[in-house]
C-alpha cells in the first residue's frame, strides 16, 4: 500500500539499514493537521437509490487550491432510507486501484443501518516519479485536513448521528484513517485494516508494485543508498507517522486487524503501531495482505461487531 524507494531489481539485503530510530517530538495534531473552519460548499446528487439506503455523490472545494489534480474531494454517501438519526461511518480507500473494496466495506456496513461516507483518494500519492517524498508528505496532511472538512458538511446532515461516528479504512486508508481519528475527537470509534507505523520503514520494506516502480525512480533520481533513502523519508515522514499519534487513541474504542504474511505493510510495523495506540482489539488473520480478500466476510461481520459494542448496540 504503501512503499520504499528503493530500487525494485535489488535483493532484501538491499533494503537493509543501520540508521538507528529517534523517535520525534510529539507534536498537537492541530499544528499539522489544522485548518480554518468555515461552510462547505458541497455539490451534492443523487446518483441510485438502494432498498436500504440512497446513494448520493458529493463534492465540495479542497481547503488547497494550489494543486490542479486536487482542486476538489470527492466522496459517495450511503444514507439510510428509515429517516431516524443513525451511527455513521466514514470509509477510506486503498493506495490505488479501483475503488472495489471500500466500496464492498462501505456496501455492507449501509446494508445493516449505517450511513457510510465513502472518500475517493487524492491523486499524486506515491504515482509520479518527479515528485518526491515531500509531495508525499503534503498529500498526506491535506488528505487527512480535507477528510476533516468532510465531517464538518456531513455533521450538518439531520440523519448523522454525531454521537456515534466512527471510521474504517483499509491499508493506505486505515493509515490515514488513523491519523484522523487521532486528531478529530469527533470520531469515537476506528476500525483500521492492513494498516501499520513507521511509513519510512513501510515505503523502505513493503513489496507493494504501484510504489516499488515510484521508489525505483526516485532512488535513481537522487542517487540515494538505502541509508540516505531512510534519511529523507525519516525527514519528510517521521513527524506525521501514525505511531506519533496514536497514543492519542483510546484502545477500548479501536480495532485492528493484521494479516500476519503480509509483505506490503509488515506485520512488525502493524505491530508497532498496535503498541502504540496502547493495544487494543486485535485481530490476526492468517493471510498476506491482498490474501486477505479470503477474510472479506469475517472481516466485514468483526467491523460491525465492533462498531456496534463501541456505539452500545
Known amino acids: 500500500m504503501l512503499s520504499p524507494l528503493v530500487a525494485a531489481s535489488c535483493t532484501a539485503d538491499w533494503v537493509q539499514t543501520d540508521i538507528p530510530y529517534e523517535p520525534p517530538a510529539r507534536v498537537n495534531g492541530d499544528q499539522v493537521f489544522g485548518y480554518e473552519k468555515g461552510p462547505i460548499d458541497a455539490q451534492v446528487s443523487l446518483t441510485e437509490s438502494e432498498r436500504e439506503y440512497d446513494l448520493l455523490r458529493v463534492s465540495y472545494p479542497s481547503a488547497f487550491q494550489d494543486d490542479l489534480t ?15 438519526t443513525s451511527p455513521s461511518i466514514i470509509v477510506l480507500p486503498i493506495l490505488g486501484g479501483d475503488y472495489g473494496p471500500s466500496t464492498l466495506f462501505a456496501e455492507f456496513l449501509a446494508r445493516r443501518g449505517f450511513n457510510v461516507l465513502r472518500f475517493e483518494r487524492k491523486a499524486g500519492l506515491f504515482e509520479d516519479p518527479n515528485e518526491d517524498i515531500g509531495h508525499a508528505r503534503l ?50 470509534a476506528g476500525a483500521f485494516l492492513l494498516n501499520g507505523g513507521h511509513l519510512s520503514e513501510i515505503l523502505m520494506r513493503t513489496e507493494e508494485p504501484e510504489v516499488v516502480v515510484y ?3 526516485v532512488m535513481k533520481k537522487y542517487n540515494w543508498s538505502p541509508d540516505e533513502a531512510l534519511a529523507e523519508a525519516r525527514k519528510q515522514l517521521d513527524d506525521i ?12 474504542k479501536v480495532l485492528l486487524i493484521s494479516p500476519r504474511f503480509d509483505k506490503i505493510v509488515p506485520y512488525d510495523l502493524s505491530t508497532a503501531w498496535w503498541d502504540a495506540a496502547g493495544r487494543p482489539s486485535r485481530i490476526t488473520i492468517p493471510t ?24 452500545g448496540e
Not at 487527512?144 to 472538512?149: E, F, G, L, M, Q
Not at 507517522?241 to 477500548?252: E, I, Q, R, Y
Not at 472479506?296 to 456496534?308: C, G, I, S
Open 241 to 252: 507517522d501514525p505511531v506519533v499519534f496514536a497514543p492519542n487513541l483510546d484502545p477500548t
Open 70 to 84: 486536487n482542486r476538489r474531494s470527492a466522496a459517495w454517501y450511503y444514507r439510510q432510507k428509515n429517516g431516524a
Open 215 to 217: 521508489r525505483d525512480a
Open 139 to 188: 498529500i498526506i496532511i491535506r488528505s487527512v485536513i480535507d477528510i476533516r472538512r468532510g465531517l464538518d458538511w456531513w455533521l450538518t446532515q439531520p440523519e448523522v448521528d454525531a454521537g456515534r461516528l466512527g471510521i474504517c479504512g483499509i491499508s493506505m486508508g486505515g493509515i490515514q484513517g488513523s491519523l484522523v481519528m487521532a486528531v478529530e475527537p469527533r470520531i469515537k
Open 288 to 311: 498476506g495482505h491482498y490474501s486477505a480478500v479470503f477474510a472479506l466476510h469475517y472481516v466485514e461481520a468483526q467491523t460491525v461487531d465492533h462498531f456496534r459494542r463501541v456505539f
